[in-house]
T-cell receptor
Framework: EAQVTQNPRYLITVTGKKLTVTCSQN?????MSWYRQDPGLGLRQIYY???????DKGDVPEGYKVSRKEKRNFPLILESPSPNQTSLYFC???????????FGPGTRLTVT | QQQVKQSPQSLIVQKGGISIINCAYE??????FPWYQQFPGKGPALLIA?????SEKKEGRFTISFNKSAKQFSLHIMDSQPGDSATYFC??????????????FGTGTRLKVLA
């Protein structure tokens, strides 16, 4: 089944404790992206990647890192999480630039 | 110029009724306008999309109406069903200076269809 998977689905952590949210797609898509969804703000792009080893900042990149060492994986790294990063995170992929985006099921992160 | 304004924030419709969600934008560089449907606990999924050279697109019970001069587009759900209860996001796409595409999302509309 073609899909985007994220892990974990739920995470509660404390301020400053490094964490990684994994994202994997099995559709051989070139383009991958991370979004955060907050009430009243919709989805905002954090980082994106156009291909292996090619990443760039989205609209709200502060406090986040990403890497793209393999085409299928695009992990989101929070080196020192803060409470304002409490949010619902979505990974998305598309076959190419501008193509239909397929979203993962989301990761609900709470930072206390 | 970056924003896409979506209304209403929430909507309650009787089964069989018409649900209408509106979006407005400022940036004339947007070239593609998708609507996403999101069920609780799931990621958004593409529902229907339109390009600005078309004034209307229909897929089953879902229709996008697009008014280029007013910079507005709307989603109409005909014969709304309880299974349509979800959050709907409009979005607009443009080419960023880096050469990639950027999607700007509306703030979402939570639709509840009463049985």
């Amino acid at each position: 089944e073609a899909q985007v998977t994220q892990n974990p689905r739920y995470l509660i952590t404390v301020t400053g404790k490094k964490l990684t949210v994994t994202c994997s797609q099995n559709m051989n898509h070139e383009y991958m992206s991370w979004y955060r969804q907050d009430p009243g703000l919709g989805l905002r792009q954090i980082y994106y990647s156009m291909n292996v080893e090619v990443t760039d900042k989205g609209d709200v990149p502060e406090g986040y890192k990403v890497s793209r060492k393999e085409k299928r994986n695009f992990p989101l790294i929070l080196e020192s999480p803060s409470p304002n990063q409490t949010s619902l995170y979505f990974c998305a992929s598309s076959l190419n630039l501008g193509g239909e985006q397929y979203f993962g099921p989301g990761t609900r992160l709470t930072v206390t | 110029q970056q924003q896409v304004k979506q209304s209403p924030q929430s909507l309650i419709v009787q089964k069989g009724g018409i649900s209408i969600i509106n979006c407005a934008y400022e940036n004339t560089a947007f070239d593609y306008f998708p609507w996403y449907q999101q069920f609780p606990g799931k990621g958004p999924a593409l529902l229907i999309a339109i390009r600005p050279d078309v004034s209307e697109k229909k897929e089953g019970r879902f229709t996008i109406s697009f008014n280029k001069s007013a910079k507005q587009f709307s989603l109409h759900i005909m014969d709304s069903q309880p299974g349509d209860s979800a959050t709907y996001f409009c979005a607009a796409r443009r080419i960023a200076p880096s050469g990639t595409y950027k999607y700007i999302f509306g703030t979402g509309t939570r639709l509840k269809v009463l049985a």
